[in-house]
């Protein structure tokens, strides 16, 4: 046992299926067979022969497992005038296609199709259409419609059309460019299915933020909370894997094995890590403390807020999709997907909630005495309000500090040292001591 440990801990059982499903996706990508595009069009799976890739994952996987071929693909943007005020992501991945190839030498992977995310990071947009411009490939943008203010059933319904013609559109065009049929059984299959993995997830984070001690830590959950998501594999598959997931974290949850055994300090984030130093999240295991979650992470925590008796609810005004909606024809299937809140997913910006009452009301339900922060420089969702999130957190009553580094995909100005140095500051002017010093 580690000094200081109060629970039991054990490995992750749902680990060794997680790495299969991902090794298997990153196969697929590599398929000649297979029509990839570059984006995260949710409809690619009901086609039989067309996969889609985002270039979150892999940017930040190439900034994980080999920095030194993730800079040499962030110089091949240099050298062609993208500066490292832009997404490292989008570095990491415009790099490799510029060279040609991944890190063992292998072909990069082609893209024939693109349909950039829809975010209020805005530079996903560009990012599709460096792809488009490097190679002729036809491009579609499923529309992000946000409007300001309290949910507004007219507007809604309006904005809702342009969002349901976008994604109808780009599901017939694929037919007619691609020669390939959608398969309807298989789409309402897959919106089925999406819905309960929700649900799953939904539970999965619920245990996390209301159990203690905490039976996941993010840093787990980081590695495997893209598969059937950004990562799309199997649909059948990603159903099996979730549900074996909320299994064994309800199980965790049920018998206190802990993410970590000393458990005395829970804290969270809001944005992604810098993948390349995972490191910080185990040196403050050292003293006690764990990640319980992140807004990056924990998506399907949207709207949910604690309320006076303890309890879990959602948020007025947030809107979801009235429970059972038939799906009888493609158009219902298009409908169903698109969501009944025009403007969800609510990740970056609807209106003053997501910038100051979300994160107080995440933090309160991840029952977190802390926050970390990161400044970064460059991606535009990255760096919108984390200063002013840092404000409303302090003024909730929680301990919080932010750090400085380029972005989560790349390295280069992030003082790893100085990031220690700071985590020791921050923990013992709480009044905590490493374990390992006590």
């Known amino acids: ?56 994952p892999v940017g930040a996987m190439m ?15 240099e050298v062609r005038g993208w500066g490292r005020e832009l997404c490292g992501y989008q570095n990491n991945c415009w790099g490799g296609q ?29 990012r599709g259409a460096q792809a488009r411009d490097f190679e002729n490939m036809p491009q579609w943008m499923a529309d992000k419609v946000i409007y300001f203010g309290p949910f507004d ?23 007619r460019i691609f020669g390939q049929q959608c398969d309807d059984e298989a789409l309402a299959q897959l919106l ?13 984070s619920l245990l996390v933020a209301r159990t203690k001690p905490a039976p996941l830590s993010v840093k787990d959950l980081y590695s495997v909370f893209t598969i059937g998501g950004l990562t799309k594999v199997d649909p059948e598959a990603t159903l099996d894997f979730w549900k074996t997931v909320r299994d064994e974290v309800k199980w965790r949850a049920d018998n206190q094995i802990a993410a970590v055994g000393n458990e005395r300090f829970r804290w969270i984030e809001a944005y992604p890590p810098s993948w390349h130093y995972m490191k910080y999240y185990r040196y403050m295991e050292t ?15 949207d709207g949910l807020y604690l309320k006076p008796d303890g309890t879990v609810g959602y948020r007025e005004g947030v809107m979801n999709y009235p429970p059972g909606i038939p799906v ?4 219902d299937a298009v409908r169903l997907g698109s969501g009944y809140d025009a403007r969800k997913p609510l990740n970056m910006g609807v209106n003053a909630y997501i910038f100051r009452d979300s994160i107080v009301e995440f933090a309160e339900l991840m029952q977190a005495d802390g926050a970390l922060l990161p400044m970064w420089r ?54 905590f001591r490493r374990l390992e010093d006590a």
């Open 63 to 77: 900034a994980n497992k080999n920095e030194a071929f993730s800079r040499k693909a962030r110089l091949a943007c």
């Open 192 to 204: 089925e299915d999406t819905s309960i993995i929700s649900d799953y997830s939904r539970e999965i």
């Open 287 to 301: 003293y006690g403390a764990v990640c319980v979650g992140s807004q990056y992470t924990h998506g399907s925590l």
């Open 378 to 431: 460059s991606g535009v969702g990255c760096n919108l309000v984390p200063k002013e999130q840092s404000m409303y957190l302090k003024e909730a009553g929680l301990s919080v500090i932010n750090y400085e580094g380029s972005q989560p995909g790349d390295r280069t100005d992030l003082d790893e040292k100085r990031l220690l140095e700071q985590l020791d500051a921050w923990m013992q002017s709480l009044g």
């Open 98 to 126: 510029f060279l040609g190839y991944i890190e063992d030498g292998t072909p990069w992977p082609r893209r024939r199709f693109v349909v950039p995310i829809p975010s209020m990071c805005d530079q996903h947009a560009k």
């Open 1 to 56: 046992m580690a000094k200081g440990q109060i629970w039991e801990t054990r490995p992750l059982e749902f680990w060794a299926k997680a790495k299969e499903l991902r090794a298997g996706w990153q196969k697929s990508i590599e398929s000649v067979e297979k029509v990839v595009g570059q984006g995260n069009w949710g409809y690619g799976p009901a086609f039989p022969a067309i996969t889609v890739i985002e270039d979150n």
């Open 328 to 331: 009888e024809t493609r158009e």
């Open 153 to 175: 059933e007219e507007r809604n319904e309006a904005l809702n059309e342009h969002k349901i013609y976008a994604n109808f559109k780009i599901l017939n065009d694929m037919e």
